[in-house]
């Protein structure tokens, strides 16, 4: 079995019920969540303001609104409340720009990884795989108590919340802590 099909089949049965994140007005061009970017994706639900604004900062969204397709393991609002106080406003600097990018992109995998992948890629690698990202580095992904959680470089642990969100060039899955490279 190849890479892209592991690493999709193992999230895929963790979390039970997916909200949707696309914008559902009628009125406006491009709103099923098929026809949204990531970054379209992630700006249309106010969950994600953090990461949007961060990736706005990088200079990344161009790269994100690109072919892909990319699988993002995108952190909440809350996750990024968790940082040590004033972190996020020191990385939102433009002189801190190239470790914002990094950061940002510790949380991007190249390919489309659906949830049911994450899971297989577990199971078949004994309760443990590495994801290697595009910032060069990799995440860890294990089970615990029927979840899927994420070891960073520095050995932080995030649990993804919501999978499977669908994007026109990728996919995504929200997670509770934002993952740090070393």
Known sequence: MNFKKLFTISVLAIIISLPTFANTDPKEKNNTKEEKTIIGVAASNENFTTLVAAVKAAGLVETL?????????????????????????????????????????????????????????????????NIKTVQGSSLTASLKDGKVILKDDKGNMSTVIITDVTASNGVVHAIDTVVMPK
């Open 65 to 129: 609104n690109g072919d892909g397709p990319f699988t993002v393991f995108a952190p909440v609002n809350s996750a990024f409340d968790k940082l040590p106080e004033g972190t996020l406003d020191s990385l939102l600097k433009p002189e801190n720009k190239k470790l914002l990018t990094s950061i940002l992109t510790y949380h991007v995998v190249a390919g489309e990884f659906k949830a049911k992948d994450v899971l297989a890629a577990i199971k078949a690698n004994n309760g443990k795989f």
